[in-house]
């Protein structure tokens, strides 16, 4: 398996950093800000709670899992038992359960591309066999129901969707995903859909969540979702998957194998996040909503660089082909790759490489970083990319 190309670069700017070098970071998928204060407090309080110095069941704490599933009902609209949530070690987790209840080997998963770099990993670990369906910034990083029908086989098992997109930032209009979600009812697959950015949507856009618009899916979906990007607990570890008794039983059996219940205060701590409002995200959306603004604009203005308005999530995904090619501090850059080297070398500021979602010539951005550290990142990658010839 390769790493995680994302870690990897997060990694090397801590290291840089840890260097004494004034490092910016567009590298990490993780909010700047702390978790809220009232759900801190729950988990300090739950540390203090013998209850939660014992195994607990691997599915998840009883009252966090009626908690999910009330909140699903709350946000998407989503009518589920407690019995069909299972709660996972981050949504990481969800995703690896969902492709490994559901694939044998050789069975085939189509995962529209940009994809976040954990999906096609995930499959392959399972057994299946990621096929990748390529969008781009003409369709708005969106693939349609004649792409996904021109890459589908008889050996098709699933289809990997997420709106809002990592590491795109696209969102799917309501059309589309029920477009693309009678596609699936009618071929008789199933869908995984990742709502972990569900509360992330800015301007017009809106999160439509696939088995509420197409009811007659919700036989064949798991949904993967999470607090870390909603609640700012990215280090906290809780997530969750939503899905029929069968593959949630299933998963529930494989997980009790492989980590049993995710650590107590961490659920507590979840608990207090889905069970409160969602007024710490709104201020969070607010402040990712000025700096997506910021950073469409002022990449923009860097010849070389376009970039799609992103919609949701916190991602900017910037084309840099137009730098591809072109002299650069004594080299010649013909990858994405290849750039984002010289940019953490020459300019100290990490980006991830477009290979690494399957989509070479972009850079993913991350705009969940401070608004100074965005401007002086920004600008520092224009001056670098002033000397392109
Ligand atoms: C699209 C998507 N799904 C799932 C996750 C998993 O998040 P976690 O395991 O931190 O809950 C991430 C994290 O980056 C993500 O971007």
Request: aromatic fraction near 6%; charged fraction near 20%.
């Amino acid at each position: 398996m390769s790493p995680s190309a994302t870690l990897t670069v997060d990694a090397k700017a801590k290291a840089l950093q840890a260097a004494g070098e004034h490092v910016i970071g567009f590298g990490a998928g993780e909010p700047d800000f702390p978790t809220p204060d009232a759900i801190v407090e729950a988990a300090v309080a739950a540390c203090r709670d013998p209850r939660n110095h014992r195994y607990t069941p691997t599915a998840g704490l009883p009252e966090l899992r009626e908690a999910v599933a009330a909140k699903t009902k709350r946000d998407s609209g989503y009518d589920v038992t407690a019995a069909q949530v299972l709660v996972t070690n981050g949504g990481k987790q969800a995703v690896a359960n969902a492709f490994a209840v559901l694939c044998d080997p050789g069975d085939e998963v189509l995962v529209p591309a940009p994809y976040w770099t954990t999906y096609p990993e995930s499959i392959a670990l399972a057994g299946g066999t990621p096929v990748v369906v390529p969008a781009d910034e003409t369709t708005g990083f969106r693939v349609s129901v004649d792409q996904l029908e021109a890459a589908a086989t008889p050996r098709t098992k699933a289809l990997l969707f997420v709106s809002p997109s990592n590491p795109t930032g696209a969102v799917y209009p309501r059309d589309e995903v029920e477009a693309i979600g009678r596609w699936a009812v009618d071929r008789g697959i199933w869908v995984v859909t990742d709502e972990i950015y569900e509360h992330l949507v800015y301007g017009a856009a809106e999160q439509h969540s696939m088995p509420v618009v197409v009811p007659e899916l919700a036989d064949r979906c798991l949904v993967v979702n999470g607090v870390a990007k909603t609640y700012a607990m990215t280090g906290w570890r809780v997530g969750w998957m939503i899905g029929p008794a069968d593959a949630v039983a299933a998963a529930n059996n494989m997980q009790s194998h492989e980590t049993s219940n995710v650590a107590n205060v961490s659920q507590r701590a979840a608990l207090a996040a889905v069970s409160g409002d969602l007024s710490a995200v709104a201020a969070m959306r607010q402040a990712f909503d000025r700096r997506r603004l910021a950073i469409h604009r002022m990449l923009n203005d860097i010849d070389g660089v376009t970039c799609l308005e992103p919609e949701g999530a916190f991602y900017a995904f910037p084309s840099v082909a137009g730098l591809l090619g072109r002299q650069l501090r004594g080299s010649r850059p013909q990858t994405s790759e290849e750039l984002a080297e010289l940019c953490i070398a020459e300019a100290k500021v990490a980006v991830v490489p477009g290979e690494a979602f399957g989509s070479p010539g972009y850079f993913r951005m991350s705009y969940a970083l401070g608004d100074a550290d965005l401007e002086e990142g920004v600008s520092r990658l224009a001056t670098l990319f002033a000397e392109a010839s």
